[in-house]
């Protein structure tokens, strides 16, 4: 009898140990971890040489200490086109903390400066706007392959986002909630 | 005409070679992640349930679920000749009946083009008013669309066969928009008749139709999931190749981890075995893949068959003994079988060790790990009653019960066992408490039925052993009692659960009402023998009979597919519950009348 009671306590301690062990331990879908579990950004921005129509020679990587966004756009693309003039606004109000790259997938320049031309708007020195005919910004190294799409770099040169398709709210909404939070961030240059 | 079909196959498959699987070792490959159905698994996971969905097989004559998995995605145009479809009475779809019953997509393309108009009209229809026949063409129907998806997964980097060129058509993409561009021109100056076009701007119109038909047709795909979405420290999103051209979910990392499979696509085309081995460890270097490498691992050696051998060799080595009349060879037969069952049970604790540590939780959440974990409660029971008592009864026991029960979860192999469960049931707190207590219940229930019967058997045996009778009545009596502490505690933890997610702690629920009945039953047989009510024989008799109350509660519930416990319905199992509770009952009979009358003699 006495070796019954012992089965029966130490069953009901493994089942008490069990339920406690249980408790302290959250719901959980089978897991699995990335190795940069702990990274909010897609990590260092891809670097690259360009130079812009106005013929100024610079890599990406001259911009950073402050936000960059790199956008992809065309000037066959519609709602590129709608968009453009709302980036040319915020780069002119932010002038001296933002830097936006604008990248084309025209195939011929003259495109995008028909384009630019139609548009009858002063660019700002804060807005570059470089031709990528080949596409390989584009593609080869952003894996843009829908436009418009834009990649917000932080000070840092890390990738902080990515805004698909058209925006609308470049100036107000994006500025206070995405951008400016990123002039306070401490930088490594 | 032909050739037209041909082309366009090829264009929507991909490029044609003629490589063969075999010639690639796949190595580490298998255990690259994908999401599928909730879950993040190996590639040998999801290759292995689809061969099975399709073939009704763990494996293909020829490959192995793995090597069948590479080659539909990166030799499409030879994966489509491999015969993989299960399909009955292939003659009456007008193909030519084969002994293995196994058919190719290109032969599955057949059926569904002269089975369209059937196939259209029955899923009009619905579901439950389909005979078996019909059933049978809707499940060919739903295999050539899963395995469509599986083909072109990965067109989107393999070379296409435009051209002398290898480009793929993420390459073409570059001058897609162009080429449209180009073409409307060409319409607009032209019109739609070809031979009004030059042979260059033929070439144009054709190139920019060909990529379109290739888009369309493999953009949707989104069923081969092995993305992570790079943005999140532990991501839930995954996707497929295609979703960066459809969606937008390209970036320069994910773009990384896709040319990486380009190249294994690449080595496999050209059979390099080194730039493969390179790939796929480059691959592998993105994930912490432990868990897959388990999972694969357990794919590999399948323990549920490794337990149920090594239980059905204790039990033959037991059945032999029992007519060997040398004590020497008895001895040796007994050892044996002690051996193998204990690794038998060390099988079936690894699987389940296993199972938690791939699955991050307690080790019952469905039906087939309930029949494991009943499995492993009832062999370290005996295997505790053989240590205390060093008879091979309890070896002979606890090894019907592992046979019976792993036969049991081998029937259910077939489907996902390592399902995402349903949100209700995604709680570790209550799968660890309520369930593992019911369960564990339901294995000590089963052992004290076996002890019974066995006990029953000794009584037309030895009548006159009064001595084994009242030291296994006190046996009985203790596990009876243990039964009724677990299934009890199990039964008022489920109550509280329901609580909690339903909002009430009882609702006459036919689960409940199982659980119940096997409490009141335990409750009632304990009560009946302390008041005299029934004799030792009659206590005998109603534990013994716990085994029909168990699968009753166990299995038998679920076939009614009434109540909130829908996770749990299932069916297809009803005869086989019919029969083990006409047999249990027979035989209990059968022993009660023959002690009975031994008795009255």
Same mark, same amino acid.
């Given at each position: 009898m006495k070796i019954n009671l012992i089965i029966i306590v130490v069953l009901c301690l493994i089942g008490a140990g069990w339920m406690y062990a249980s408790y302290n331990n959250a719901p959980k879908t089978p897991s699995y971890q990335n190795?940069?579990?702990?990274?909010?950004?897609?990590g260092d921005a891809v670097d690259f040489k360009y130079t812009t129509l106005s013929g100024e020679e610079k890599n *990406?990587?001259?911009?950073?200490g402050k936000p960059i966004l790199l956008h992809f756009w065309a000037s066959w693309c519609a709602p590129c086109i709608i968009e453009f003039p709302e980036l040319i606004k915020l780069a002119r109000t932010y002038q001296n903390d933002l830097t936006i790259v604008a990248v084309s997938s025209d195939t011929n320049i003259g495109d995008i400066e028909n384009f630019l031309g139609k548009l009858k708007q002063k660019i700002p020195s804060n807005l570059k706007i470089i031709h990528d005919g080949d596409k390989i910004i584009t593609?080869?190294?952003?894996?843009?392959?829908? *436009?418009p799409e834009t990649y917000l770099i932080n000070p840092n040169f890390q990738i902080q986002k990515k805004y698909i398709g058209p925006q609308s709210k470049w100036e107000h909404t994006i500025w206070d909630?995405?951008?400016?939070?990123?002039?306070?961030i401490e930088t490594n240059q | 005409m032909i050739r037209f079909f041909t082309m366009l196959f090829m264009i929507i498959m991909g490029t044609a070679s003629t490589v063969r699987?075999?010639?690639?070792?796949?190595?580490?490959?298998?255990s690259l992640p994908i999401l599928y159905e909730g879950r993040v698994e190996p590639l040998d996971s999801f290759a292995r349930l689809h061969v099975k969905k399709f073939s009704?097989?763990?494996?293909l004559p020829q490959l192995s679920a793995s090597e069948w998995l590479a080659l539909n995605l990166f030799d499409p145009t030879t994966a489509v000749n491999i015969p993989v479809f299960k399909i009955r009475d292939a003659a009456q779809y007008g193909l030519t009946e084969n002994k293995k019953r196994l058919y190719s997509y290109t032969a599955l393309v057949q059926l569904i083009q002269n089975q369209q108009t059937t196939i259209n009209q029955l899923l009009e229809i619905?579901?439950?008013?389909?005979?078996p026949e019909q059933q049978h063409l809707v499940e060919i129907y739903e295999h050539y669309i899963l395995n469509t998806q599986i083909l072109r997964s990965l067109t989107l980097i393999l070379p296409l066969s435009i051209g002398d060129n290898e480009e793929s058509f993420l390459d073409f993409r570059k001058t897609q928009n162009d080429l449209q561009r180009k073409v409307q021109n060409i319409v607009s100056r032209?019109?739609?008749?070809?031979?009004?076009?030059?042979d260059k701007e033929k070439e144009i119109s054709f190139l920019s139709y060909q990529l379109s038909l290739l888009e369309n047709s493999?953009?949707?795909?989104?069923?081969?999931?092995?993305?992570?979405?790079?943005?999140?420290?532990?991501?839930?999103n995954w996707f497929a190749p295609w979703s960066i051209i459809?969606?937008?979910?390209?970036?320069p990392k994910t773009l990384e981890y896709i040319i990486i499979w380009r190249d294994m696509a690449e080595a496999y085309r050209t059979q390099n075995q080194e730039l493969w081995d390179y790939s796929v460890q480059d691959a592998q270097a993105y994930f912490n893949n432990s868990k897959l490498k388990i999972e694969t691992l357990y794919n590999k050696i399948n323990l549920t068959n490794v337990s149920l051998f090594l239980f059905s060799m204790a039990l033959i080595f037991l059945v032999i003994s029992s007519f060997m009349k040398s004590s020497k060879i008895n001895k040796t037969l007994n050892y044996a079988a002690t051996i193998n069952f204990g690794l038998g049970t060390l099988s079936l604790l690894t699987l389940i060790s296993m199972r938690i540590y791939i699955l991050?939780?307690?080790?019952?959440?469905?039906l087939y790990e309930s029949i494991l974990f009943v499995a492993l409660i009832c062999a370290l029971g005996f295997l505790f009653m053989f240590w205390r008592s060093k008879n091979t009864t309890a070896i002979l026991l606890g090894s019907i019960s592992g046979v019976i029960l792993m036969t049991a979860a081998r029937g259910f192999?077939?489907?996902?066992?390592?399902g995402t469960l349903v949100a209700v049931l995604n709680t570790n707190f209550w799968l660890g408490t309520h369930v593992l207590c019911i369960t564990m219940g339901y294995g000590t229930c089963l052992i004290a039925s076996l002890m019974a019967q066995k006990d029953l058997w000794m009584r037309i045996r030895q009548p006159q052993n009064l001595n084994f009778q009242k030291q296994s009545l006190r046996h009985l009596k203790t596990i009876v009692i243990i039964s009724l502490l677990l299934t009890t505690i199990g039964t008022i933890l489920g109550g509280i659960w329901a609580d909690q997610s339903?909002?009430?702690?009882?609702?006459?629920?036919p689960k409940e009402n199982g659980a119940l009945l096997i409490v009141l039953w335990l409750a009632w047989i304990i009560h009946s023998k302390i008041s005299n009510h029934i004799s030792d024989l009659g206590y005998v008799m109603g534990t013994a009979y716990l085994s029909v109350i168990i699968v009753l509660a166990w299995f038998g519930?679920?076939?009614?597919?009434?109540?909130?416990?829908?996770?749990?319905f299932i069916s297809g199992v009803a005869k086989g519950i019919v029969v083990f509770c006409v047999f249990q009952t027979l035989l209990l009979a059968f022993l009660w009348r023959f002690i009975r009358k031994k008795r009255t003699a």
């Open positions: 190795k940069n579990a702990d990274i909010r950004t897609l *990406l990587k001259d911009h950073a593609q080869d190294l952003y894996a843009t392959f829908k *436009l909630k995405d951008i400016r939070p990123l002039l306070t | 699987a075999a010639d690639i070792d796949l190595g580490n490959w298998s009704g097989r763990e494996s619905n579901a439950e008013d389909w005979t032209k019109g739609a008749n070809l031979e009004n076009y030059t493999a953009a949707q795909n989104v069923l081969l999931r092995i993305i992570p979405d790079q943005w999140d420290g532990a991501p839930t459809r969606d937008g979910t390209g970036d991050n939780r307690p080790p019952v959440g469905t192999v077939g489907d996902d066992t390592m339903w909002g009430r702690f009882w609702g006459w629920d519930v679920n076939l009614l597919n009434v109540g909130l416990h829908s996770y749990g």
